[in-house]
T-cell receptor, first 113, second 116 residues
Framework: GENVEQHPSTLSVQEGDSAVIKCTYS??????FPWYKQELGKGPQLIID?????GEKKDQRIAVTLNKTAKHFSLHITETQPEDSAVYFC????????????FGKGTTLSVSS | ETGVTQTPRHLVMGMTNKKSLKCEQH?????MYWYKQSAKKPLELMFV???????ENNSVPSRFSPECPNSSHLFLHLHTLQPEDSALYLC???????????????FGPGTRLTVT
């Protein structure tokens, strides 16, 4: 089955710096890679996702890149702000087959002002 | 708000109690999920209901019993739990396409369960 590894487990940056979180997956059939942000006391919220037919997707300060050959994908947050502080989870699944999302263990991002 | 609500938000129960967690989605989705979130571990999928039919049961102990009476409501019935079952229980919903493919999952805020 699919296995998703996520690094680092914790990340501390200064406000305005960039943050990068990386994930690797094991099943080459996986074709859907969402990223979730979980703030304290809340459930995970989808912030961006990418499908295997594209290599990069951007939404304002957030971008995700996918390398299918190497089986890894990354979340990039630019110009970080204190409100970006949260736990971020990556996940992988096979959309057409309706397989379950397999999540990484999460990265706790702390942005200090 | 994501359109997925969960009650109660916090629950403390003894090992001999019986309780139920409730989830309701207002998104018109046709699939619902229960996840368990423990400290230092990835989210663990417990159950999946698609079109009100249980399609996945991820080797969950029988002391957890799901119920999906319709596409908008999902319950998790709990009985004789163990302290290691203490965790955040998350509900999610999504739309499943004709070919079975599932789109984005939306999560509720979770129920923080403590078993004493």
């Amino acid at each position: 089955g699919e296995n998703v590894e996520q690094h680092p487990s914790t990340l501390s940056v200064q406000e305005g710096d960039s943050a990068v979180i990386k994930c690797t997956y094991s099943d080459s059939a996986s074709n859907y890679f969402p990223w979730y942000k979980q703030e304290l006391g809340k459930g995970p919220q989808l912030i961006i996702d990418i499908r295997s037919n594209v290599g990069e997707k951007k939404d304002q300060r957030i971008a995700v890149t996918l390398n299918k050959t190497a089986k890894h994908f990354s979340l990039h947050i630019t110009e970080t702000q204190p409100e970006d502080s949260a736990v971020y989870f990556c996940a992988a699944s096979i959309l057409q087959a309706g397989t379950a999302l397999i999540f990484g263990k999460g990265t706790t991002l702390s942005v200090s002002s | 708000e994501t359109g997925v609500t969960q009650t109660p938000r916090h629950l403390v129960m003894g090992m001999t109690n019986k309780k139920s967690l409730k989830c309701e989605q207002h998104l018109g989705h046709n699939a619902m999920y229960w996840y368990k979130q423990s400290a230092k571990k990835p989210l663990e999928l417990m159950f999946v209901y698609s079109l009100e039919e249980r399609v996945e049961n991820n080797s969950v102990p029988s002391r957890f019993s799901p119920e999906c009476p319709n596409s908008s409501h999902l319950f998790l019935h709990l009985h004789t739990l163990q302290p290691e079952d203490s965790a955040l229980y998350l509900c999610a919903s999504s739309q499943v396409g004709r070919g079975g493919g599932s789109y984005e999952q939306y999560f509720g805020p979770g129920t923080r369960l403590t078993v004493t």
